[in-house]
C-alpha cells in the first residue's frame, strides 16, 4: 500500500534558495503580517508549506507590478480566488506590456524629432491628436474655459512644447487608455486598484503636463466625460461604456486620495502630540 506523501516544508534559508526573494526580506513579510510561515520547527524555526509558496508566488508577482505591500495585503486578504488571482495579474501584466511598447514607440519618435526641437505646428497636433486640435474645437474651448487660471496655467506650459513633447503626452494617453480599456475587459470594477490607479496616472499627466488638477478638479473633469457628448464618444470609440466607467474610477480614485490625505494628517496629528 503506497503511504500518502509528505507534505512540504522549507525553513526561511531553503525558501529564500528555491524563490530569490531574501531571507531579510521573508522576515519583513512575516512581521508586518504578509506572509506568515504556517509552522514552527521543534527548535523554533520558521517552516513554510506549499500553501505559503503560493501566497509567496502571488506576493512577488504583484510586487513586479510595482503594488504598495499594503494594497498587495488587502488583496491577499479577499476571498478571491487563486484563478481570480492569476486572471488580474494576466490583466495587469498585458496592460504593462503595452506600456512598455507605446514607450518604446513614443522613445523612437522623440529621438526622430528632437533635433528638431521647436514647438509643434497646428498641423502636427492633428496629426496626433485628430479632432481635438481642429481650430473649430480649440475654439470652442477657449471661449468656455479661456478665462480660467486652468486654461492660462496650460497654455503657458504648452507654449514651447515641441512635437517630442507632444508625441510622448499622446503616448502617455494611448497608454493610460489601455490600463482603462484592460482592467474594463478584464471585468475588474472601475473602483478596483487596477481602475484606480490608471485615473490617478490620468490625473498626475494633466497636473504636470498642463495644469494643476487637484482630486476635486478631476471629479469635475470626470463629469464632464459622461455629459458632454464628444468627450463620452472619445472613449466609447475605444470600449463601449468606457466613458462611464472612467467616470465612476476617477470619482474612485478621488475618494481614496481624500481618505489617504486624512489618514496621514490624523497620523502627523497623532505623533506630534
Same mark, same amino acid.
Given at each position: 500500500m503506497t503511504s500518502a506523501p509528505q507534505p512540504r516544508e522549507w525553513t526561511v534559508g531553503r525558501l529564500a534558495d528555491l524563490t530569490g526573494v531574501?531571507?531579510?526580506?521573508?522576515?519583513?513579510?512575516?512581521?508586518?503580517?504578509?506572509?506568515?510561515p504556517s509552522g514552527r520547527s521543534?527548535?523554533?524555526?520558521?517552516?513554510?508549506?506549499?500553501?505559503?509558496?503560493?501566497?509567496?508566488?502571488?506576493?512577488?508577482?504583484?510586487?513586479?507590478?510595482?503594488?504598495?505591500?499594503?494594497?498587495?495585503?488587502d488583496l491577499l486578504s479577499s476571498d478571491t480566488s487563486p484563478v481570480e488571482h492569476l486572471r488580474r495579474q494576466r490583466?495587469?501584466?498585458l496592460t504593462r506590456h503595452a506600456e512598455l511598447t507605446e514607450l518604446l514607440?513614443?522613445?523612437? $519618435? *522623440?529621438?526622430?524629432?528632437?533635433?528638431?526641437?521647436?514647438?509643434?505646428?497646428? =498641423? @502636427?497636433?492633428?496629426? &496626433?491628436?485628430?479632432?481635438?486640435?481642429?481650430?473649430?474645437?480649440?475654439?470652442?474651448?477657449?471661449?468656455?474655459w479661456g478665462d480660467t487660471d486652468a486654461w492660462r496655467q496650460s497654455a503657458a506650459r504648452t507654449a514651447s512644447y515641441s512635437t517630442a513633447d507632444w508625441t510622448e503626452i499622446k503616448a502617455?494617453?494611448?497608454?493610460?487608455n489601455a490600463a482603462f480599456v484592460a482592467?474594463? $475587459? *478584464?471585468?475588474?470594477?472601475?473602483?478596483?486598484?487596477?481602475?484606480?490607479?490608471? =485615473? @490617478?496616472?490620468?490625473? &498626475?499627466?494633466?497636473?504636470?503636463?498642463?495644469?494643476?488638477?487637484?482630486?476635486?478638479?478631476?471629479r469635475n473633469l470626470g463629469e464632464m466625460y459622461v455629459s458632454d457628448p464628444r468627450f463620452t464618444a472619445t472613449y466609447d470609440d475605444l470600449e463601449p461604456?468606457?466613458?462611464?466607467?472612467?467616470?465612476?474610477?476617477?470619482?474612485?480614485a478621488a475618494d481614496r486620495g481624500d481618505r489617504r490625505r486624512r489618514e496621514a494628517k490624523e497620523t502627523n496629528q497623532r505623533t506630534t502630540r
Amino acid at each position: 500500500m503506497t503511504s500518502a506523501p509528505q507534505p512540504r516544508e522549507w525553513t526561511v534559508g531553503r525558501l529564500a534558495d528555491l524563490t530569490g526573494v531574501t531571507v531579510r526580506t521573508l522576515h519583513h513579510y512575516d512581521a508586518i503580517g504578509l506572509l506568515t510561515p504556517s509552522g514552527r520547527s521543534p527548535a523554533g524555526y520558521r517552516l513554510y508549506d506549499d500553501a505559503d509558496l503560493e501566497r509567496l508566488q502571488q506576493i512577488v508577482v504583484y510586487r513586479r507590478l510595482e503594488l504598495p505591500l499594503d494594497q498587495i495585503a488587502d488583496l491577499l486578504s479577499s476571498d478571491t480566488s487563486p484563478v481570480e488571482h492569476l486572471r488580474r495579474q494576466r490583466a495587469a501584466v498585458l496592460t504593462r506590456h503595452a506600456e512598455l511598447t507605446e514607450l518604446l514607440a513614443a522613445i523612437d $519618435r *522623440a529621438l526622430e524629432t528632437t533635433v528638431n526641437n521647436r514647438p509643434a505646428t497646428d =498641423a @502636427e497636433l492633428r496629426h &496626433l491628436f485628430g479632432d481635438a486640435f481642429t481650430d473649430e474645437y480649440r475654439s470652442e474651448a477657449q471661449e468656455r474655459w479661456g478665462d480660467t487660471d486652468a486654461w492660462r496655467q496650460s497654455a503657458a506650459r504648452t507654449a514651447s512644447y515641441s512635437t517630442a513633447d507632444w508625441t510622448e503626452i499622446k503616448a502617455e494617453t494611448d497608454t493610460i487608455n489601455a490600463a482603462f480599456v484592460a482592467a474594463k $475587459r *478584464a471585468g475588474l470594477p472601475p473602483d478596483g486598484p487596477e481602475a484606480m490607479d490608471a =485615473a @490617478e496616472r490620468a490625473r &498626475l499627466q494633466i497636473h504636470t503636463r498642463f495644469y494643476d488638477c487637484s482630486h476635486d478638479f478631476h471629479r469635475n473633469l470626470g463629469e464632464m466625460y459622461v455629459s458632454d457628448p464628444r468627450f463620452t464618444a472619445t472613449y466609447d470609440d475605444l470600449e463601449p461604456g468606457l466613458a462611464q466607467y472612467v467616470r465612476d474610477a476617477i470619482v474612485a480614485a478621488a475618494d481614496r486620495g481624500d481618505r489617504r490625505r486624512r489618514e496621514a494628517k490624523e497620523t502627523n496629528q497623532r505623533t506630534t502630540r
